[in-house]
């Protein structure tokens, strides 16, 4: 299904004017025929088609269309798609085309669903062109290291095809609602929470270092292709997706917690013990080259371990005055 834009329906005033002067005309001259007939017979019969003819131009009133900027209507004649009216403007049509938009009374957790305040109303069949902001719910997906997670993404998407959107699929914004999730879960299952060693994140056969975490433009851009490939057929673009919400499913939300602490911990007294190690390393060769003391191998051992505990220690270290001799 292609669509065809009709271009040459903007002639809505010129045909409101026509209509309304043709009926109300057929209806004044109409009744004066048929009030000022002598007698009933086929002299009524003008002031009868005059009056038919003023109906059919009421009829043919139904046919005009008011569009606002960004919105499309998708038009069918006994079934048969005729085209789209897109932009704003003043058309019409045939009285007796339909309009057409199966996702109408489709309530979503996005913007754009307003429900109608009339049922059956026709301006809920119009078709909206802006840019929409899907925010599906939560999902708990486990990442590929088995680990249960919950994650849920903003998808902006738009309808570029009102042809594809409105007779490709039943119902677009719920079938872009699914495959949002799909696409969702399939990419999340590629990815570790953190980076972990010995992961292929790519695909190429290489450990990487990616993670939902810490490659989030990443694993975005890569749900993104993926619901714009499975979108493609509904007349959908994918203009962008956005991570809104990631964490550990709360099962395991404490252990996890207690291991990211742990390891942070660990990276802490690693870079201390580090800087404390070249801190006693400079203090000893600057007192060898200043000769300032000379000192055994038990005195360097002994000034080694008492610089590390000041150095390395939770609290303050507190001096102790040492009188004697070491021996």
Known sequence: MTEKVLNKNRNGMAMLLIFMATGFGG?????YMLVN???????AIPGVLLLLLAAAAIICLSGLKVLKPQEALVLTLFGKYIGTLKGEGFYWVNPFCSAVNPAAGTVLNQSGDVKSTRPGELMGNKMSLKIMTLSNNRQKINDCLGNPVEIS???MWRVVDTAKAAFNVDNYKAFLSLQCDSALRNIVQMYPYDSAPNV????DGIADDGSLRGSTEIVVARIKKEIQSRVEDAGLEIVDARITYLAYAPEIAAVMLQRQQASAIVDARKLIVDGAV??????????????????????KAAMVSNLLVVLCGNKDAQPIVNSGSLY
């Open 278 to 299: 070249g801190m006693v390393e400079m203090a000893l060769e600057r007192l060898n080259e200043n000769h300032i003391v000379d000192l055994d191998e038990e005195r």
């Open 37 to 43: 007939t002598p007698y009933v017979g086929w002299l």
């Open 153 to 155: 993404i903003a998808v």
């Open 27 to 31: 209806i004044v001259a109409g009744v």
């Open 200 to 203: 292929d994140t790519t695909g």
